[in-house]
């Protein structure tokens, strides 16, 4: 049988392995940040009636732009946005591929915050462009002086910052991203996919779009709308971003389907969030639980919680799965994810983390 290193496949791509975590079929599933909770009833009905009437025109390219889509994200979020600045794609890891193919790419860099989205390596690895292993404080923090200045060592030419940060979950001080902004010679990415889950009085880098045509906000509606299955992400940049990426999208890379479902979940908004507020006090819980019970846990700003385990992560985490809870092993040493999921899910792993079962 053939093998992967019997194929002439590039070199840089020799001995790696695909992205993905564990799927698992266990009772407690709490390794992949999804929400929890299923599609209410009068959400299904609608997303189905909204696919439904695309069915008879499947011979027929979809809008190959999304403009009624874009027109409505852009007043889902506010800050004076409009279509113009507005673009999506089949999740924001699709999007910030596009970026990259835009202002990454061969004889480029990208300057990430690690740890940080173990995805934007590969990204660049899979676009051809160089990765900058950028370092965070002991802390897990990323300060404005710390952030500038390797910013100003690299000089790269798409710096990517996370706001809620994965894996650890706390958002950035804004602070931080004016001050790359500033010093950054290409774009600066902001990804906020766990926006919606930031803690009362958490900014987003959207306010700082006017007047900073080389910041790009993403998003994704996989999170807090719990529509991961529905695969759709966007951006919110100013429209000459928009523009450039339009260079290089596939062609009618966003499927009628998709488009009539994510307009029809972005029209029932306040249903498909009302699970938001519910999944933060479940995260809140597990912080509060945890550091109880002597365990350091990252201040988190979204729907998961990094927390120490005290040894090898590994062994803790084989531990809480033969309880019937998966949890993520992020490759950080010492340390493990657990999303926050419903009250039940929480109860099932507190208890498999208690003291007594440790």
Same mark, same amino acid.
């Given at each position: 049988?053939?093998?992967?290193? /019997? ?11 695909? #992205? ?15 929400? %929890?909770?299923?599609? !209410? ?19 027929? #390219? ?9 027109? /409505?994200?852009?007043?889902? @979020? ?16 699709e999007i910030q591929q596009?970026? @990259?193919q835009a202002f990454g ?27 900058? *292993? ?23 030419? +798409?710096?990517?910052?996370? %706001?809620? =940060? ?24 902001? *990804? ?11 900014? %987003? ?9 080389? @910041?790009? +906000? ?16 966007? @951006? ?33 908004? *306040? ?31 979204? =729907?998961?919680?990094?927390?120490? +385990? ?18 993520? *092993? ?7 994810? +657990?999303?926050?999921?419903? !009250?039940?899910?929480? /109860? ?7 003291? %007594?079962?440790?």
């Amino acid at each position: 049988m053939t093998s992967l290193d /019997d194929l002439p496949i590039r070199d840089e791509l020799r001995g790696r392995r695909p #992205y993905g975590a564990p799927q698992l079929e266990v009772p407690v599933r709490l390794n992949t940040n999804e929400n %929890s909770y299923p599609v !209410p009833d009068a959400v299904v009905e609608a997303i189905g009636k909204a696919v439904a009437v695309e069915l008879r025109d499947l011979n027929r #390219y979809p809008d190959r732009d999304a403009v009624a889509l874009r027109t /409505d994200l852009a007043d889902y @979020l506010g800050h004076g946005l409009t279509t113009a600045n507005l673009w999506a794609a089949n999740g924001s890891n699709e999007i910030q591929q596009q970026l @990259l193919q835009a202002f990454g790419g061969p004889g480029r860099s990208m300057l990430g915050f690690t740890p940080a989205y173990s995805m934007h390596p590969l990204l660049a690895l899979g676009t051809g462009t160089r990765w900058l *292993d950028g370092r965070r404080g002991a802390d897990f923090g990323l300060t404005p002086a710390d952030a500038v200045a390797q910013v100003r060592q690299h000089q790269p030419d +798409v710096v990517f910052l996370c %706001s809620p =940060n994965n894996p650890t979950g706390t958002a950035l001080d804004p602070e931080v991203v004016t001050a790359v902004l500033a010093a950054a010679p290409g774009m600066v990415v902001v *990804d906020e996919a766990y926006a919606e889950f930031a803690r009362p009085g958490t900014p %987003s880098a959207l306010s700082l779009l006017p007047g900073h045509p080389r @910041l790009v +906000v993403t998003r994704t509606m996989s999170k807090a709308f719990g529509f991961a299955g529905g695969r759709l992400g966007y @951006l919110a940049a100013d429209p000459a971003v928009v523009d450039a990426i339009q260079l290089v999208r596939l062609p009618y890379h966003l499927s009628a389907l998709t488009q009539a479902a994510a307009r029809a979940a972005l029209a029932h908004r *306040d249903a498909l969030l009302a699970t938001v507020e519910v999944i933060k006090e479940q995260r809140d819980r597990i912080v509060a639980e945890l550091r109880r019970n002597g365990i350091t846990v990252a201040d988190s700003d979204a =729907n998961f919680v990094l927390f120490e +385990v005290g040894g090898d992560q590994a062994t803790v985490w084989q531990a809480l799965l033969d309880r019937g809870v998966l949890v993520r *092993d992020v490759g950080l040493a010492g340390w493990l994810r +657990v999303t926050a999921g419903t !009250p039940q899910e929480t /109860d099932a792993f507190l208890a498999a983390m208690a003291p %007594s079962e440790r």
